[in-house]
């Protein structure tokens, strides 16, 4: 081994001695081979050093790839590589020669590859490094080293972005630590999967230790942001952090001072303002403070005008007159008080004596009478022209304002009293107004046509054997024949043969409304709804659930009547509203609560999300307590499905206790019927009752049924020992969880046998305890007369035609001319939301062609039989339109 170090000296070696030297180390020198190592410079180049063209550079093995280190160098008689202190053998290099054409001088090239298995055995995970050594005649070189790593990236962060509600404005600055890598990772960040330039958007700012800096949040900046570790090996994804922008309220300016609300004397004047400077968005807090400022003020009471004395007669003239005058100015009128009546200048003809003589005095004469004649003649010819007017009957636009105002009660200009209580109140007649109906869909096409309108009915019956529906009320013969036409049709085979839970009628343009009594189900179609010319025979039904089961899986639950309105086929040009109780807290935290709606197959499809409408939807609802608006462009039939999303989540059951009406006997039966709190349901057991002879002997009762998977147990206290017993051997009933909870049993109960020591007993005193396993139970105080009954019946009728709004339709017209437009102190159809609490539901409303229509709506359904009419005015005298008195009618518009 002494031999080997020799080449590494610089001196200069005869080409024998370099020969021995690479026999001795192992290596051969065949002439003309490939692989040879070893070269014979020309003499000329024979004291040249080797200089390298390519040195190896630093790599990376990426898995299980190899990866190659290439040398360069000319002149050299041979190049070897040697990594970590240990020569490469011969055999793993891949040597080329070439000639560099500039310089003749010959040109080595040496490959080798490292692998994986190579740096792992030998260095494990240290640093693995290789260089090449150049030789020739007059010495050695090295080249740089080059170091060979193992790639990789780990799986976990070492910090990850955190999820925070900042406001506007506000810096955000979110954390996040890459996984240890080698090469170390590059980091972008990205917002719901967008990647985020802060080159483009100099808002964002990357720090150099990878964190991001939202300099001030903005309300586009919302949403889910992650951190993104990326290199040769692998990309890694953070969680996702939610950042949401939120913005606190502030106030708008203060409106200027209304008018003062007293004529003459002291009264009060008002102005407002709202949370609209910014509006609270995504949780922020509502403007503290009064939206509302009022102040007294003093009017001045009017002055009429009063006249001065007549001045003295003047001259007698040319045309044989004199004249006198006066002027209003004892005193001028003042602050709105009437003019002076009466004339301000007299004349007066003179005697004949006064008068001067002129020879104009005739043609004057003969002038007049020309003009007196002319006037009597085009007078003349106007009365003609109205008189034919009137015979030839009203256009379309007067029949059609007679139509609108049928039903309606007149009111004069003026209010009968001081406040706002003069404000739409013309109330509809609902004691007049009928509507027809005929078996199948027609359209009018004949616009010339008109129809007459008295003080009875909307429509006039239609021929060819149609009935007619008064008030709404179904005749029993109609109506069966009705809902026995509609489900023998193909696309009606789920239409149950129900007379008493299904309404029906006529409309046309004016709408109207539908409603099941007793149900709590109501259809409200809204003027120009249906397309003018046309008239839709509509009805509305609810689904027995045995008739049209709706499939409901998993934490599933039936949370709504089963509704069909139809028929489905007809075309809308606005949305109608339905309404329908439900029976669940209506905390959408708790819920994920989807809309379905049955296809013509009879399939049942998701149509709507709750708490995530989209204005372009066809289907948009308004939940309230108890009951669910459904905004819908289509008629058919619906649901609503909840799916419970934690233990939080409750259904409202009813509660109901009946027995027999007469009990003859020493037994006596108590049934308790644990239903979902709908009126439908309860509607429905209450008929069945009535068949078996049973009435209500208790008022209903309300309990909160949570998904906790607990059945839910019954049991009767404290009853008077000495007059009654339980006959039970069990201390209590048990209805199973999923029975109540899939909603699909319509008389789910237990009864309860008690026994009385005495026929002479009537009073019942005791407490009935509800429960749910393991959880926290009701108990309800129960005290009566077995011979006395509670009676629930109710006969709600079924309105159609113009009587099924309270506003009359030509001040509706009027409200929505008023608010549509935008004003620019906000006092439009966005103050009269907010007045209503209906300001979640700007988006929707400001995406209708009039959005005063929608809320004026969606206020008919909410207040059809208890609304105030005057509350609304009032709301409307709030927003600043009393002064241009837009909600006033005379007598001739009505």
């Known amino acids: 081994m002494p031999l080997l170090l020799g080449p590494f000296v610089r001196c200069r070696l005869s080409a024998t001695l370099l020969a021995l030297w690479l026999v001795l180390s192992g290596f051969t020198c065949t002439g003309g081979s490939e692989h040879a190592a070893t070269a014979t410079l020309p003499a000329a180049f024979s004291d040249l050093l080797p200089h390298f063209l390519v040195e190896p550079e630093d790599e990376y093995i990426v898995k299980n790839k190899p990866v190659t280190l290439t040398c360069r160098s000319t002149p050299a008689t041979q190049i070897y590589f040697k990594c970590n202190g240990e020569w490469v053998h011969q055999d793993d290099h891949l040597i080329e020669r070439t000639v560099d054409p500039a310089t003749a001088l010959p040109v080595m090239q040496v490959t080798i590859e490292i692998t994986r298995q190579q740096v792992e055995k030998i260095f494990g995970l240290d640093e693995y490094w290789c260089q090449c050594v150049a030789w020739s005649t007059t010495g050695t070189q090295k080249s740089q080293k080059a170091y060979i790593r193992i790639a990789y990236l780990r799986k976990n962060f070492e910090e990850e972005p955190q999820g925070k509600e900042v406001a506007l404005d506000q810096e955000v600055l979110l954390r996040c630590h890459p996984p240890e890598g080698v090469p170390q990772a590059e980091v972008e960040w990205q917002r719901n999967e967008d990647v985020i330039d802060p080159a483009s958007d100099p808002n964002f700012v990357i720090t150099p230790d990878h964190n991001l800096v939202i300099k001030k949040a903005r309300l586009a900046d919302t949403g889910n942001y992650t951190c993104v570790a990326k290199n040769i090996v692998a990309r890694r994804k953070s969680t996702s952090a939610a950042i949401l922008v939120y913005v606190n309220g502030g106030w708008s300016t203060w409106t200027t001072w209304s008018s003062c609300s007293a004529v003459c004397g002291r009264g009060w004047q008002k102005r407002s303002r709202s949370c609209t400077n910014p509006t609270p968005l995504n949780g922020g807090t509502s403007c503290e403070g009064q939206n509302v400022q009022k102040s007294a003020c003093v009017a001045t009471c009017p002055v009429d005008g009063g006249w001065s004395e007549w001045s003295k007669w003047s001259a007698c003239g040319a045309d044989c007159s004199m004249w006198r005058s006066r002027e209003c100015t004892q005193p001028s009128p003042g602050t709105g008080g009437k003019d002076c009546q009466g004339l301000d200048l007299q004349s007066l003809n003179c005697t004949s004596e006064q008068c001067p003589q002129s020879e104009s005095e005739d043609v004057a004469l003969y002038v007049g009478m020309v003009a007196v004649a002319l006037c009597l003649t085009l007078l003349l010819i106007v009365v003609v022209l109205v008189y034919r007017r009137k015979k030839e009957g009203l256009d379309a636009d007067v029949a059609d304002s007679s139509i609108l105002t049928t039903g309606f009660q007149p009111m004069g200009i003026k209010p009968s009293k001081p406040e706002n209580s003069h404000l739409l109140t013309i109330q509809p007649d ?16 004949d616009a010339t046509g008109k129809f007459s309108m008295t003080n009875g009915p909307l429509l006039d019956p239609l021929p060819n054997g149609s009935h007619t529906l008064h008030n709404g009320k179904l005749n029993s013969d109609a109506a069966a024949e009705f809902v026995s036409r509609l489900s023998t049709q193909s696309y009606f085979k789920t239409l149950p043969r129900d007379v008493a839970n299904t309404s029906y009628g006529t409309f046309n343009f004016l709408g109207g409304r539908l409603t099941i009594p007793n149900t709590g189900i109501s259809l409200l179609i809204p003027p120009e709804a249906i397309p003018r010319g046309k008239i839709y025979e509509i009805y509305l039904t609810v689904q027995r659930k045995e008739d049209l089961r709706l499939p409901v899986a998993g934490c599933q639950t039936l949370l709504s009547p089963i509704v069909s309105c139809g028929p489905p086929g007809v075309v809308l040009s606005r949305p109608v509203i339905l309404s329908m109780d439900h029976c669940f807290d209506a905390c959408l935290d708790n819920w994920a609560v989807r809309l379905k709606k049955q296809n013509y197959e009879g399939a049942w499809e998701d149509v709507l999300l709750m708490g995530e409408e989209l204005v372009s939807d066809p289907y948009y609802c308004q939940l309230e307590a108890e009951t669910c608006r459904l905004f819908s462009e ?24 009946f027995s027999d009406a007469y009990c003859s006997t020493l037994e006596y039966n108590i049934r308790v019927y644990c239903m979902d709190d709908t009126q439908d349901v309860f509607k429905e057991v209450m008929q069945m009752e009535r068949q078996l002879g049973g009435r209500l002997i208790d008022e209903p009762h309300v309990l909160l049924f949570k998904d906790s998977y607990h059945n839910l147990r019954l049991s009767i206290h404290d009853m008077p020992q000495a007059h009654w017993r339980s006959k039970l051997l069990a201390g209590y009933q048990e209805i199973p969880f999923y029975h109540i909870w899939n909603g699909s049993q319509r008389y789910l109960h237990c009864t309860f046998t008690l026994e009385r020591l005495s026929l002479s007993t009537c009073e019942l005193t005791c407490q009935l305890c509800v429960w749910q396993v393991e959880g926290e139970g009701q108990s309800f105080s129960l005290d009566f007369n077995i011979a006395k009954f509670l009676l629930m019946d109710s006969n709600a009728t079924a309105l159609a035609g113009p009587s099924a709004f309270q506003i009359p339709y030509l001040i509706r017209q009027k409200i929505c001319s008023s608010l549509d437009a935008p004003c620019p102190n906000g006092a439009d159809w966005r103050m009269l939301a907010q007045r209503l609490k209906l300001e979640r539901h700007m988006s929707f409303f400001a995406s209708k062609a009039s ?23 009032t709301v409307m005298a709030d927003i600043g339109k009393q002064e241009a008195m837009i909600f006033l009618v005379s007598d001739g518009e009505c």
């Open 430 to 445: 609902l004691t007049t107004t009928t509507t027809s109906y005929q078996g199948t869909l027609r359209s009018r096409h």
């Open 634 to 657: 289509q008629l058919g039939t619906f649901a609503l499905v909840g799916e419970s999303l934690h233990m939080g989540a409750a259904k409202r059951l009813r509660l109901v206790l």
């Open 851 to 873: 959005p005063t229509s929608v809320i004026l709506d969606l206020w008919e359904a909410q207040h059809f039989h208890s609304g105030n009419i005057n509350q609304l005015a």
